[in-house]
């Protein structure tokens, strides 16, 4: 993060014609190296880590969706009370409660291969419930404690920045992860993995600290009905929100799609499995650094399009691996790559289009509404397919082009066509339809 034009006697900053105090210089510079050490533990839920320890568990391909979904499930039921009370007793302390408990709920998950098989489930269920309660009350508050802190001219690269540091983290780990891991690993190995990554939330905790509440909050605990009942009624911002919830419904549960494909359709081994996912996180980084620049300087439209139709696209090539003119483990690479790519610069897109549309306070609060959603959506995800498959719905076994196909395909391929299709709600984002009176709606008392 370059500031340049140092004033004075270096307390400040200037940035595009705006200053910058030197607490925020340092809250920011704290909020990316905390974000640094957060990824270290809470990657696992998507880097094929925890998807290895679970099979690794001999559990089945459907209790590991839920138990995969049950976190963002968590997070979304959980995100409202924790924003109230960050809004009510102050959002630093709500934070670090919520990676106090992070780091209580990640102690069980590796106590889970010690107690018997009956039991596994259940404290499993237990640990991630509690890390998806902790971050929750971390989430809540983290835009509304950045937001009187970073220009509003600096978000679009701000963000980026800050989650290219920590997307370049998340590969260096899962890239030495899949060094070290065999065909097949052994559950002792993953049980090691877990602990030394889970001491990471330490550090996450001590620089999270660091980050000052420029703007503390004085709301009343009685007002949460009267200031939802204000924030729903902002122009533009429920329209956006169910946009959210849309799209992730539909993208939130494909990586662990992808990786139920390759480790229990077509055999791939531990290592093989972490390194496509550590290629969806090297997108990842490209679609961060990119997207940070494009939405500055171009806008959000041609972001929010650009995700949309490649989502699509994405997913049918996935389904598709065996019948195009790559071979199918490069075509499944290359998606994994495109794929992050996407979520990324959506990502960003999206952070900046928030932060335009929320009220002028409560917005730890209002943000978390919004967050809520993209989590409902995320879980959804992938308790629809859970359901789908356990129902038989989705043949377990299907053709596509001479190629076997699995039911995971067949969510996929229902979600790609759903995704396409869902192109109309587009039109509920203010920054398609041009509507910027939309922006910035009605301030809640």
């Known amino acids: ?15 595009n014609g705006e200053f910058i105090s030197e607490v925020a210089q340092k809250g920011m510079r704290a909020a990316i190296i905390g974000s640094c050490f957060k990824v270290l533990a809470t990657s696992v839920l998507g880097n ?65 291969a010690w107690v018997p098989a009956e039991l596994a489930v259940k404290l ?18 983290w835009y509304a404690l950045l937001d009187p802190i970073v220009p509003a001219s600096y978000r679009g690269r701000f963000f980026g920045t800050l989650r290219v540091a920590w997307q370049v983290c998340a590969v260096i780990l899962g890239g030495l992860i899949a060094v070290l891991l065999p065909k097949e690993t052994s559950v002792p190995l993953l049980m090691i993995l877990l602990v030394l990554l889970g ?12 980050i000052p509440e420029l703007e503390r909050g004085t709301c009343s605990a009685q007002d949460l009905p009267r200031d939802l009942r204000a924030i729903l009624r902002s122009g533009g911002y429920l329209p956006f929100c169910a946009y ?56 959000t439209k041609p972001v929010f399009l650009i995700c949309h139709f490649g989502y699509g696209a994405s997913l049918v090539l996935f389904v598709a691996r065996d ?40 917005k730890s609060l209002s943000t978390s509404i919004c967050s809520t959603m993209t989590l409902a959506g995320a879980a959804l995800s992938g308790l629809l397919g859970a359901w789908g498959i356990r129902l038989g719905i ?52």
């Not at 001491?199 to 660091?210: N, T, V």
């Not at 690479?333 to 610069?345: E, Q, R």
């Not at 790609?416 to 301030?443: E, F, H, N, W």
């Open 244 to 299: 959210l919830f849309i799209i992730t419904l539909f993208t939130g549960g494909c990586l662990t799609l992808f990786g139920l494909v390759e480790k229990r359709v077509l055999g791939l081994g531990d290592s093989l499995v972490m390194l496509l996912a550590n290629l969806t996180m090297i997108g990842s980084v490209v679609g961060f650094y990119f997207g940070g620049k494009a939405v500055d300087r171009i806008g």
């Open 124 to 141: 499993l269920s237990l640990g991630i419930a509690l890390l998806g309660v902790g971050l929750a009350g971390q989430i809540a508050s």
């Open 48 to 112: 094929g880590l925890m998807l290895i320890y679970l099979t690794a568990l001999k559990l089945d391909g459907t209790t590991v969706l839920l138990l995969l979904s049950l976190s963002s499930g968590l997070q979304a039921l959980a995100l409202i009370p924790c924003a109230h009370l960050a809004d009510v007793y102050g959002k630093r302390r709500v934070t670090l409660g919520g990676i106090a408990l992070c780091g209580l709920g990640y102690g069980l998950i590796p106590l889970a």
């Open 323 to 362: 019948s195009l003119f790559l071979p199918p483990l490069y075509l499944m690479g290359a998606v994994h790559v495109v794929f992050g790519g996407l979520t990324a610069a959506g990502s960003i897109a999206f952070s900046t289009e928030m932060l335009a549309l929320i009220p002028a306070v409560r």
């Open 199 to 210: 001491l990471s939330i330490i550090p996450w905790g001590i620089y999270y600290a660091q």
């Open 1 to 15: 993060m370059q500031m340049t034009s140092e004033t004075g006697a270096g307390s400040a900053a200037q940035l």
């Open 394 to 445: 989705f043949a377990e076994s299907w053709t596509l082009a001479g190629g076997s196909r699995s039911a995971y395909d067949a969510v996929l391929l229902v979600y790609a066509v759903l995704i396409v299709l869902m192109t109309v709600t587009l039109g509920l984002i203010p920054s398609v339809v041009g509507r910027p009176d939309l922006r910035g709606g009605p301030p809640v008392a």
